[in-house]
């Protein structure tokens, strides 16, 4: 996969009920470029990640990982792109009726293509990776909300993908939970990988990302480095940095 390997949006417009999401929505992740999409809560981050996975179709536009446009696609026509992508969901998503170890190997498991103690050598360098390795045979139920997301990491890195999004991934977290993230994200980063990650955490983005896009009544209203963001003579940048009274009840 070549270092310009992308994953692009094209004026896209996305709904529901009526209600606009986004509207000409244009996004560019590049391979190597790590970045935030920032908003306030119901902005429409996590629709972008969805959109870019294939798992939700836009009302127009156009959505392309590489060369190939996965708008209108049948999931089966694009899977073998898709697997360069991996996400870390908000809560985690583990399958509670599995244990770690099966949880981290599920992808592996389904595809069928590794003998099993390949993938269990797998399962347990990515949870050594994440500093969970004793927890292999543990239910998730057991285990606390901060384990719960390095799992997930875990599973997202098993099958060595070029991308991985995080979708508010220090949501509900104590300061060291937060710490833990930020530090996996930047192991994460030295060894190659390609990170997006939605949030509001001001603090998590600017210690993991280069680039950063502001999102606000459907469209882009902001992207560049931190500097340019906390120079932004845009009003609403400035007031999502920086809350004032006229924030009260928004």
């Not at 959505?63 to 996400?87: H, V, W, Y």
């Amino acid at each position: 996969m070549s270092s310009s390997y992308t994953i692009r949006m094209e004026k896209i417009c996305y709904s529901v009920g009526g209600r606009k999401i986004l509207q000409d929505f244009d996004f560019c992740l590049e391979r190597g470029v790590n970045r935030t999409i920032l908003g306030i809560s119901g902005a429409g981050k996590t629709t972008i990640l969805k959109l870019m996975l294939g798992l939700l179709q836009p009302d127009s536009g156009q959505i392309f990982i590489g060369d190939l446009c996965i708008t209108n696609l049948p999931e089966s026509r694009f899977m073998q792109q898709r697997k360069c992508i991996a996400i870390v969901f908000q809560g985690g998503a583990l399958f509670d009726s599995m244990t770690v170890g099966e949880n981290v190997g599920y992808r592996l498991f389904e595809e069928g293509r590794l003998p099993l103690p390949e993938i269990e050598r797998i399962v347990l360098e990515k949870l050594r990776f994440v500093g969970v390795g004793p927890a292999l045979n543990l239910y998730p139920a057991e285990l606390s909300g901060g384990m719960k997301k390095r799992v997930a990491i875990a599973r997202a890195l098993a099958a060595d993908p070029d991308f991985i999004f995080f979708d508010e991934p220090t949501t509900g977290l104590d300061p060291i939970g937060v710490y833990n993230i930020c530090s996996l994200m930047q192991r994460l980063q030295a060894e190659g990988k390609t990170t997006l990650m939605v949030t509001h955490d001001l603090a998590t983005a600017f210690a993991t990302s280069q680039r950063f896009t502001f999102l606000h009544d459907t469209r882009m209203l902001f992207e560049g480095s931190e500097a340019e963001m906390r120079g932004s003579p845009i009003s609403e940048v400035r007031e999502f940095l920086k809350p004032t009274d006229e924030s009260l009840f928004v």
